[in-house]
C-alpha cells in the first residue's frame, strides 16, 4: 500500500508484524480478523502519530478538509473499514482508496468483503477498482516517474497479468460497476483522446443517464425493503405479552419482543442512511446529463 495526504506522499506499508517489528512498531493491535497487523492499520497509526506535525509542516491546512489517496492491492477487510471510518469521523478528513482485488473473495469471505465495501461507502470512503499492471513502469507527462514507475513489467507474467485483469473485474462487479460493451468501447475511445469535445460530454452524459438509472433501481429496492420492516415493526409492536404467572417468563417475552424492534430500526436506520447518500449521488449525475 502507498498513501498521499493532500497530494504529498506519505508512506508505503504493508501487512505482517515482521514488517511493522524492522520499524520498530510493535505497539500495535490487530483488530482485523487476521492474526496479523494489516498494512491499513499501520497507515492509521502512522496518521495518527504524525497529524499534528503534518498540521506544523503547512501540508494539512486549516479550514481545507485534508484528502487522503490510499492505493492497495486489496479493498479493505471487514477489520479495517470501520477502523478507517472511525479515523474519517475523527479527523474529518476524506479518504479515497484505489483497489486492485477485492479482499477475501478467494477465501470466500462473502458478504463480509462486500459489507465492508458498502461501511466505507456510507462514510463518504470512495472505493474505485484500480488497474495496477497499467501504472507500472508509467512516467507521467510531466516526465516525473509514477509511484510504480520504478517496476518493471517483464517481472510480470503474462498468467500474472490475466489474473490481476480478472481480480479487477471481480472488484468492478462487487462495487456494482458494470458497463455493456458499446459504453466499453466508448471508454476506450475517451482514453485515447480520440473523441471530439461534443463527443466527450455525449460520453459523460450517457455514463451519467447509466448510473442514474442503476442507482434508481437500488433505491426502488430499499423503499420496498422499508416497506417490508414497516410491517415486521408493526406486528411486532402488536405482539401480545405472553400470559404466564411467573415473572420471569413475562419479561423474558417483553426483552425479546424490544430486541426484535431495536433490531428493526437498527436496519430502517442504515437503509436510510444509504438512501441518502444514493440520492445525493443521483442528484449529482442528474445535473451531469443537464449540464
Given amino acids: 500500500m502507498l498513501a498521499k495526504i493532500n497530494g504529498y506522499f506519505f508512506g508505503f506499508f504493508q501487512a505482517g508484524v515482521e514488517w511493522g517489528n524492522k520499524r520498530g512498531i510493535k505497539s500495535i493491535k490487530a483488530k482485523s480478523d487476521s492474526e496479523t497487523v494489516h498494512a491499513e492499520e499501520y497507515l492509521i497509526a502512522a496518521l495518527i502519530d504524525s497529524w499534528d506535525l503534518l498540521t506544523t509542516d503547512g501540508i494539512i491546512k486549516q479550514d481545507v478538509t485534508p484528502s487522503i ?40 469471505k462473502y458478504p463480509y468483503n462486500v459489507t465492508a465495501l458498502g461501511e466505507l ?5 470512495t472505493v474505485i477498482p484500480w488497474k495496477l499492471v497499467e501504472k507500472v513502469g508509467k512516467q507521467r507527462k510531466t516526465f516525473t516517474t509514477h509511484e510504480l514507475g520504478f ?12 489474473t490481476l485483469h480478472k481480480e479487477y473485474n471481480i472488484l468492478r462487479e462487487a462495487l456494482g460497476l458494470k458497463e455493456d460493451e458499446q459504453l466499453s468501447q466508448r471508454l476506450k475511445d475517451y482514453k485515447s483522446k480520440t473523441l471530439n469535445k461534443d463527443a466527450y460530454l455525449a460520453y459523460s452524459k450517457e455514463m451519467a443517464s447509466k448510473i442514474t438509472t442503476d442507482i434508481g433501481g437500488k433505491l426502488s429496492k430499499m423503499e420496498a425493503e422499508l416497506d417490508s420492516l414497516k410491517v415486521a415493526l408493526e406486528k411486532a409492536e402488536q405482539k401480545p405479552t405472553r400470559s ?5 417468563v413475562i419479561e423474558k417475552t417483553k426483552t425479546t419482543t424490544t430486541n426484535q424492534k431495536a433490531q428493526i430500526v437498527a436496519q430502517q436506520q442504515k437503509i436510510e442512511r444509504k438512501q441518502a447518500t444514493l440520492e445525493k449521488r443521483k442528484e449529482y449525475y442528474e445535473t451531469m446529463q443537464t449540464n
Avoid at 86 to 104: D, H, M, P, T, Y
Avoid at 155 to 162: A, G, M, Q
Avoid at 244 to 248: E, I, M, N
Fill in 121 to 125: 461507502g456510507d462514510a463518504g470512503i
Fill in 151 to 162: 517496476l518493471s513489467k517483464a517481472k510480470f507474467s503474462e498468467e500474472d497479468i490475466e
Fill in 244 to 248: 404466564s404467572p411467573r415473572q420471569k
Fill in 69 to 108: 489517496t490510499i492505493k492497495i492491492t486489496k479493498s479493505p477487510c471487514s477489520g479495517c473499514a470501520p477502523q478507517l471510518v472511525e479515523f474519517v469521523n475523527n479527523n474529518k478528513c476524506s479518504i479515497r482508496i484505489k483497489a486492485a482485488q477485492l479482499w477475501g473473495h478467494k477465501s470466500h
